[in-house]
């Protein structure tokens, strides 16, 4: 049977709201009882080495370490220094929001997280200081998008397992584009303000203590990205150890802080389990798909389709960006990472491209999916906390897709953006 009856049979779950995990097993499912080429025994057999990846394991210790430093009292922190350091600046909180959002990515790596978490402290202050809640939720969502890429990042970690590159690569290849869409950012925020796009109060500059302050509440939140790049720069330490001594560094800070308790403690291991049962479902039933595709020589035959279509790397970026782009707005991030990931990654090596250039270009363009209508998650999240309404949020957020357009094109063509930090430390 041909594979796209399959993508039509895991589409038409999807579109019927079924949970994106039971989509792909009823796709398989039904491609294999109605097919006589495999036995239905295939989802079986391949569902155990789904999860037998040691890279895996940093998942749920990131998600860990995020809901720990959550439930610690960092998130406040984090913004009284961010407020201390460029609050003064016109655009102000809105500034302090994005740098709030680089600090927390270093910890988290989960949009959601950011969003939802240190979101609702952003939304309250940028509130109490008389900003529109439009502006502010717009500003919300797409600085949780820097989330996913400053390392630790969770679906930096699914796509390494589901392409089978290297974890800690990817990591370093995340921090210089992640700086770079924090500053793409401030500069769009900046600009509105001076034009008169949005009225807002600038915050008068904090008195010299008081941001000492604050620097000093906040270090042990600073001093965890640090960490974590010293120890993928040196080698000393795998991510997977890496996630496991941060989960610890945070359980000491959480009651060193007295803001975290074993009832609470306990509660955050739940959140993780639910996080992680999700996103293992989804790396689980992503298996016999996968397997399916290549024994059906899917990657080959849409090789040598674009190779018909285009010999050049940079046309197969331009047509790549431009899927990912559409497949975005009408589908789930996880579900175009799943399908798209193992497929067109060999794809990319044909061409030439740096493997860990072409994860990069491909998880941006799934992070700009968060943002747009009608399926971005990010703006279901920020409507839930604002009661806007998907037309009041789409307004809001348009200024912030050009910026995003920018930085997703200097990412794709400038490849040293991405490769610098892997290629300088030998990873």
């Known amino acids: ?150 390392p630790p990042s969770g679906i930096m970690v699914l796509y390494a397992v589901l392409a089978n590159i290297a974890l800690d690569k990817l990591f370093l290849a995340g921090f210089i584009p992640g700086l770079m869409l924090g500053g793409f950012l401030m500069i769009t925020i900046y600009v509105m303000v001076k034009i008169g796009m949005v009225n807002v109060a600038v915050l008068p500059k904090e008195p010299l203590r008081v941001r000492l302050v604050n620097f000093l509440r906040a270090v042990p939140a600073l001093a965890i990205p640090v960490f974590l790049i010293t120890g993928l720069i040196t080698g000393v330490a795998t991510p997977t150890e890496l996630g496991a001594l941060t989960c610890l560094f945070a359980i000491i800070l959480g009651f060193a802080y007295k803001d975290l308790t074993v009832k609470s403690l306990f509660g955050c291991a739940m959140e993780t389990v639910k996080t992680t049962g999700v996103l293992g479902m989804l790396i689980l039933v992503a298996t016999p798909f996968t397997w399916l595709s290549g024994v059906g020589n899917v990657g080959d035959l849409l090789r040598q389709f674009m190779n018909s279509v285009t010999t050049s790397p940079i046309m197969f970026l331009i047509i790549v960006n431009i899927v990912l782009l559409a497949a975005g707005m009408f589908m789930e991030t996880s579900v175009v990472l799943l399908i798209a990931a193992p497929i067109l990654a060999p794809i990319a090596a044909s061409y030439g491209l740096d493997p860990i250039h072409f994860a990069m270009v491909m998880l941006m363009n799934l992070l700009m999916g968060t943002l747009t209508p009608p399926f971005g998650s990010l703006l279901f999240v920020m409507m839930n906390q604002t009661k806007l309404t998907l037309a009041q949020m789409f307004r809001a957020v348009a200024p912030f897709y050009f910026p995003f357009i920018a930085f997703l094109l200097a990412v794709t063509f400038v490849p040293a953006i991405t490769t610098f930090l892997p290629g300088l430390f030998g990873k």
């Open 1 to 150: 049977m041909n594979f796209a009856i399959l993508l039509l049979f895991i589409f038409i779950a999807v579109f019927l709201e079924v949970p994106v995990a039971f989509s792909f097993i009823f796709g398989t499912t039904l491609f294999l009882i109605l097919g006589d080429t495999y036995p239905l025994t295939v989802i079986a057999s391949r569902l155990g080495p789904g999860l037998d990846s040691f890279p895996l394991l940093a998942l749920p210790l990131f998600i860990f370490a995020g809901n720990l430093l959550g439930g610690a009292g960092i998130a406040r922190r984090i913004f009284s220094f961010a407020n201390s350091a460029v609050g003064h600046i016109p655009g102000g909180l809105g500034h302090v929001n994005v740098l709030s959002s680089i600090i927390f990515a270093g910890m988290s790596g989960v949009a959601m997280a950011d969003a939802a978490g240190l979101g609702k402290i952003e939304m309250e202050e940028m509130k109490r200081h008389g900003y529109p809640v439009p502006f502010s939720a717009a500003i919300t969502a797409a600085s949780a998008t820097i989330g996913p890429i400053i």
